[in-house]
């Protein structure tokens, strides 16, 4: 699966409109992501998951900054993400079904968040762009 | 079996209340081929699907989206009963249709992308999860009588 170049456009647009919100929606997609996939908690059992929680804010934040990153590189995202790519393999070794649920809470975040400008190329693109990280970040897992 | 609270069937009955169900129907429908464009493999016989916009202003896409919809209406009234329910759709999908069961998956998630759009904040991350539990419920009991 390759980013064409329409599809780039349609990530840096929605990313621009994201802004610094980036920590914010991702912080809200975790949220999600807890409590649409209850199994996806078991990653997390020495948080305080509770609404509001400082720890899911903070990693929220951590997520949020490393999209960013993803959205300045997408040309090399491997490159990009090679640090957060060995840790995910070799230390924290999430199982690569939670990227896709991640990802679809993510989706929704940004569909709630801007409504009909959430157009069906943006979603398309965004799928396409957050599939490509996910598969990244679980390269190296053997 | 899926087995939905209180709260949850509250928060199911209470969105699809406000859904039209015309509209959502078919640009779940719509989105879904756009976004995940090998599903249009079961639509050879709609026409154009060229592009986005040809999909999404396609009457054939928006008539079947408002079928599909529609049939999803039947399960927010037989929450307790899915499986039940959705038993002869379920044998018509495999036997007449051969549609992947994974298909009934991804179309569900793509509904609660254009709930998202349609309902924003008032979708909360309870009303989401409720909604999700009931997309998961509906693909699991359309894939039940697969053989």
């Keep these: 699966m390759v980013l064409s170049a329409a599809d780039k456009t349609n990530v840096k647009a929605v990313w621009d409109k994201v802004g610094g919100s980036a920590g914010a929606f991702s912080t809200e997609a975790l949220e999600r992501t807890f409590c649409s996939f209850p199994t996806t908690k078991t990653y997390f059992h020495h948080f305080d998951l509770s609404h509001g929680s400082a720890q899911v804010k903070a990693h929220g934040e951590k997520i949020g900054n490393a999209l960013t990153q993803a959205v300045g590189h997408m040309d090399d995202l491997p490159g990009i993400l090679s640090k957060l790519s060995d840790l995910h393999a070799h230390k924290l070794r999430v199982d690569p079904v939670n990227f896709k649920l991640l990802s679809h809470c993510l989706l929704v975040t940004l569909a709630s968040h801007f409504g009909k400008e959430f157009s069906p190329e943006k979603h398309a693109s965004l799928d396409k762009f957050l599939s490509s990280v996910s598969t990244v970040l679980t390269s190296k897992y053997r | ?147």
């Excluded at chain 2, 090998?38 to 050879?44: N, Y």
């Excluded at chain 2, 979708?123 to 009991?141: D, I, M, N, R, Y």
């Design chain 2, 1 to 147: 079996m899926v087995h939905f609270t209180a709260e949850e069937k509250a928060a199911i009955t209470s969105v699809w209340g406000k859904v039209n169900v015309e509209e959502t129907g078919g640009e779940a429908l719509g989105r879904l081929l756009v976004v995940y464009p090998w599903t249009q493999r079961f639509f050879d016989s709609f026409g154009n699907l060229s592009s986005a916009s040809a999909i999404l202003g396609n009457p054939k896409v928006k008539a079947h989206g408002k079928k599909v919809l529609t049939s999803l209406g039947e399960a927010v009234k037989n929450l307790d009963n899915l499986k039940v329910t959705f038993s002869k759709l379920s044998e018509l999908h495999c036997d007449k249709l051969h549609v992947d069961p994974e298909n009934f998956r991804l179309l569900g998630n793509v509904l609660v992308v254009v709930l998202a759009i349609h309902f924003g904040k008032e979708f909360t991350p309870e009303v989401h999860a409720a909604w999700q539990k009931l997309v998961t419920g509906v693909a699991s009991a359309l894939a039940h009588k697969y053989h």
